[in-house]
């Protein structure tokens, strides 16, 4: 018979060693909980930024210039087609420091948040009251079926599971709206342009529409297209911009 195979001793910590490691612990957490505490209190009394006067008069300015252009926009009436039944805006100017509280808000509504973005919205009295709020900012006109197909074509965008996808394929668009009736580009495309039952569901799929900036850019900004400037609506001639910019 073999004798038994002795097993190998326990290694063991010394209880004081536990101790000491056991206090060193607490102390280490104290110190994190004390720091967290003091870096609240930091950022509480942190101060607001410095804002120069020249700041303060541009907002006067600003706020000045828009009320009496709003004022001017109470005795004119703004005359679209009524056979046109979309509209396209783009962004293309912005200011820096203080922007009308209504124009921002607009702005934001539209996704317009940054230069060159784009979107198709559709035509109501209410959204054309909103874009001449927010028209030296913008650029706006009534596109062709031919602009539309080919800035979703080269420029379209949705959301798929929280992501921005590409619409380079049938199988996306089939995918979102098998149920609706819609198996293909061509079909949102239709339905962006004719503003049928789903334009509401795919303005809100699409993304906005991220274009490149015309060859030498926009000239005269500040200035209104009707005065050969580039601001404001453009009717038809929006989509020679378009093209220019695909």
């Not at 101790?19 to 950022?43: F, G, I, P, S």
């Not at 529409?209 to 009717?235: E, M």
Request: proline share 5%; aromatic share 8%.
């Amino acid at each position: 018979m073999s004798d038994p195979v002795e097993q190998p001793a326990l290694t063991t910590v010394p209880t004081a060693l536990l101790r000491k490691r056991r206090q060193l612990n607490k102390e280490r957490v104290a110190r994190a909980v004390e720091k967290k505490l003091q870096d609240q209190k930091k950022a509480g009394k942190a101060k607001a930024p410095f804002k120069r006067a020249e700041y303060f008069v541009n907002e006067s300015y600003r706020s000045t210039m828009n009320a009496k252009r709003m004022d001017r926009l109470k005795h004119t009436i703004a005359k679209v087609p009524e056979s046109v039944s979309i509209l396209f805006v783009m962004r293309i100017t912005t200011v820096r420091g203080p922007m009308p509280q209504s124009v921002r808000k607009i702005l934001q509504s539209l996704r317009l948040n940054e230069l060159n973005n784009a979107v198709v919205v559709k035509r109501s009295d209410k959204m054309i009251e909103m874009l001449r709020v927010v028209e030296p900012y913008i650029t706006w006109g009534y596109p062709s079926l031919r602009s539309v197909h080919n800035l979703v074509f080269k420029y379209g965008y949705g959301q798929v599971k929280d992501e921005k996808v590409a619409l380079s394929s049938n199988t996306i668009i089939e995918n979102k709206f098998a149920e609706q009736g819609m198996l293909c580009i061509e079909d949102l495309v239709k339905q962006l342009y004719e503003v049928g039952q789903h334009f509401d569901a795919i303005t809100k799929f699409m993304c906005v529409f991220k274009l490149t900036p015309p060859k030498g850019g926009f000239r005269r900004v500040a200035t209104p297209f009707k005065q050969n400037g580039a601001w404001g609506n453009r009717a038809e001639k929006i989509n020679s911009l378009i093209r220019k910019m695909l």
